[in-house]
């Protein structure tokens, strides 16, 4: 009985910390944020090089072979830094897809460029969540057409387009009838687009165009784990923003901390946070050791970490005061970080009822 | 990251479930509450079965009267556990055995832990908790019941409250100023005293609940010998703060939680009303699902707590948000259960009819004592904040 991080995986979320404290701090953020494709080169061989690429990738395809909560502690990392890399798309949600649906041939080749860091994925799968009216893609005769709002980690080279029973397509970002149109969200370290397809010859037809909806919903849990665990890492550092500055920010003679009413908003957001860290653990590690409880944990983390994440964000701002809602002060980046977490693959209420269909009760 | 049991801990399970299995005719199935009445007997004879196999007073040294074994919290995670899924009694516990022994190990006298520890584990003394007084509640160390020294004696008079099981109790552990001269924290020692003794007067306490869940207890020139004081005059205090933090480890226990949820969900499930049944109706299952994702996280938390509790690692912050969370928690499971109830959630009479509601609203009154009793939810910000956080302490009045 062993319920925490191995040594090697606190290892990597140190060094990775480090790394992005001394190479990516949150001017150098800004910097990428404001550039139109949101992506920077040299983080993103740093990562592949780091071995967070390819941590799910078997060892065969040049990866690490790793499990979920060894991502989870990569993404509690990124998260925690706000850092502008399109990990869940790529080496998370990808790479599943690819696990569970690709072919040996498919596999092979694209998991290895993703740890390589040659390549990078979107993943076109809010209309799993909410199917609004016209929107959602269809197959016919091995062509794909169809709509999808909001494509996560967007500026990608490729983008996997799952239809709603289950086949999965991987097509290429300038592929004929493809149009991509981003889309601007309160989160600048990551990328959204709108994309629409009429007629698209995919570049694959993952595990040949079979319905998977197995697969589809292995990669929708593993992705709602790390979401959960970069609201995680962004609520953590806010914490720990709101307790440096109420230690020094003196007002009527005193460190505000010193007031009970500010030190009971710290107390109550760490109260928050240290269970919900404990339910992230255990989601990523049911999702490699205890299958039948995966989905389910997987929906609550990503729920229950949204819920808490938004609450400690907005308390810190306000713990904060007027500093935290200047553009100067950084700390919105991660009040938007948590903020477009919050929504990403099924809003809280709509985890929730996920969870509730899994269990009868709908 | 390892959820499985080693081959000797996988080995001392089977043995456990093989005892409940022999036993299962002379097994309690009653929570045992010290107030066990006419099935005391009974009681204490499962006592002394658990404690001949070690299943109760496990790592309590065999000069004490306890099974001798070194200290292993998953063997004690397992007897939980197996307990638990049998429906069987873990044994006699409450303040004696769980707050007054640990603390008598760390700090009593040879001579005290020969006389108390062996009797009190077997449940043949009862103890009750002598620390709250109408004036020292939150600001505990304010105690003003006074000890006077006279002979070998110390001749206390005052008063404490909130004394749990006093009615029963043979013996209370209790914080008493023995040193008015000293400073606040530092005149307090701890001292063992018989109920029995002439001079003391216990009234029941009436609580919203409609029960008398606690007792007030009054001093009138009651006579305790001084060899009753435990660890050296004047240290009340720091022993008595190794008692709370084994306290606040038991009033908000995830197994407990996750009892609650499985009853609430049961309930949820099966009422009904002609719009179908509770579960169908949206908020209500809202509220569900976040209490579940609550409970979740607080059976993983307590599975981390317990790795560092293995590994001997502190767990920081982290573990010191479990009584504020979890009384939370509990408290929100009751209400929802009412609210399932709907118009009919505030039934609160005798018979079956009314059984689930007044059973809910004993619970959500009770936990609310629960959130205020052992060291209110603001207390447990300010020790969250100032010892888990490093905020500065408020300035002393």
């Known amino acids: ?362 | 990251m390892d959820l499985s049991y080693s081959p000797r801990h996988e080995a001392f399970r089977a043995e456990v479930r093989d005892f409940l299995e022999r036993h299962r005719a002379e097994a309690l199935t009653a929570l045992l509450g010290v107030d066990a009445g006419t099935a005391r007997e009974r009681a204490l004879a499962w006592q002394r079965l658990l404690i001949e196999h070690g299943y109760a007073a496990r790592t309590i040294p065999k000069e004490y009267g306890g099974h001798g074994a070194a200290p292993d919290l998953l063997e004690r995670v397992i007897l939980d556990e197996e307990f638990n899924r049998a429906g069987v009694s873990r044994g006699i516990g409450g303040q004696g055995p769980d707050m007054l022994v640990p603390t008598l190990l760390e700090h009593g006298n040879e001579e005290q832990k020969r006389s108390y520890i062996a009797p009190t584990i077997r449940g043949e003394i009862i103890w009750c908790q002598g620390y709250s007084e109408p004036g020292a509640g939150s600001d505990l160390a304010a105690v003003q019941t006074r000890a006077v020294e006279d002979g070998d004696d110390f001749v206390v008079n005052g008063q404490k409250i909130w004394t749990t099981t006093a009615h029963l109790a043979h013996m209370m552990f209790g914080l008493i100023r023995t040193e008015p001269e000293a400073s606040k924290h530092a005149g307090l020692s701890y001292l063992l005293i018989p109920m029995q003794t002439p001079g003391i007067e216990v009234r029941p306490l009436g609580t919203m609940t409609g029960h008398s869940e606690f007792n007030e207890v009054f001093f009138t020139d009651v006579r305790v010998p001084k060899r009753n004081v435990v660890g050296r005059r004047g240290e009340g205090w720091k022993i008595a703060n190794t008692t709370l933090k084994h306290e606040r480890n038991l009033l908000a226990s995830s197994a407990l939680l996750e009892g609650s949820l499985l009853r609430l969900i049961d309930l949820l499930e099966r009422t009904e009303t002609e719009s179908g049944r509770a579960i169908d109706r949206p908020g209500i299952r809202d509220r569900l699902l976040r209490l579940q994702a609550r409970v979740l996280a607080m059976r993983c938390h307590s599975l981390r707590m317990l790795t560092c509790g293995i590994k001997g690692e502190w767990p920081g912050t982290a573990g010191l948000v479990t009584k504020l969370a979890g009384c939370e928690i509990s408290h929100q499971i009751a209400g929802l259960a009412i609210d399932a109830l709907a118009e009919t959630g505030i039934l609160y009479g005798e018979g079956a009819k009314a059984q689930a509601a007044r059973t809910w609203q004993a619970h959500y009154m009770f936990s609310l004592g629960l959130i205020i009793g052992g060291g209110t939810a603001q207390i447990q910000k300010n020790i969250i904040a100032e010892r888990g956080l490093g905020l500065p302490r408020e300035p002393r009045a």
């Open chain 1, 1 to 362: 009985m062993d319920f925490g991080l191995s040594e090697e995986q606190r290892l990597l979320h140190e060094s990775l910390v480090r790394y992005l404290e001394a190479e990516v701090p949150v001017s150098r953020v800004r910097e990428i944020a404001a550039r139109d494709d949101g992506h920077d080169p040299a983080l993103w061989s740093k990562l592949a090089e780091m071995g967070v690429l390819g941590v799910l990738v078997p060892e065969a395809a040049g990866g690490s072979g790793l499990g979920l909560l060894d991502a989870a502690v990569a993404a509690t990392a990124l998260g925690r830094c706000v850092a502008p890399a399109a990990f869940l798309g790529t080496a998370v949600m990808a790479v599943i897809a690819l696990r569970e649906a690709g072919s040996d041939a498919q596999r092979s080749e694209w998991m290895s460029r993703i740890a390589a860091g040659e390549v990078r994925i979107a993943v076109a799968a809010t209309e799993l969540f909410a199917r609004r009216a016209g929107t959602g893609f269809h197959a016919e005769s091995g062509k794909l057409s169809g709509r999808s709002i909001l494509v996560l980690d967007a500026c990608a080279d490729a983008i996997l387009c799952p239809t709603p029973d289950g086949r999965i397509a991987l097509v290429a970002s300038d592929a004929p009838g493809l149009g991509v149109e981003p889309v601007e969200t309160i989160d600048r370290t990551r990328r959204f687009a709108e994309i629409v397809a009429e007629n698209v010859a995919p570049t694959e037809w993952l595990g040949g165009g079979e319905a998977r909806p197995g697969a589809l919903r292995r990669m929708i849990d593993a992705g709602r784990v790390i979401v959960a665990a970069d609201a995680l890492g962004a609520s953590e550092r806010a914490l720990e923003k709101a307790v440096a500055y109420a230690r020094e920010r003196v007002q009527f003679g005193r460190p505000i901390g010193s007031f009970q009413a500010v030190k009971h908003l710290c107390a109550e957001m760490a109260a928050e946070l240290e269970p919900a860290r404990s339910l992230v653990w255990y989601a990523a590690h049911a999702f490699d050791a205890i299958p039948a409880e995966a989905s389910l944990v997987a929906a609550h983390a990503k729920a229950h970490l949204c819920e808490i994440g938004t609450f400690i964000v907005r308390t810190a701002t306000e713990v904060h005061g007027g500093i935290g809602f200047t553009d100067a002060h950084d700390l919105h980046l991660w009040f938007k970080r948590v903020g477009a977490d919050r929504q990403m693959l099924g809003s809280p209420d709509a985890a929730r009822e996920d969870a509730a269909r899994q269990q009868g009760w709908v």
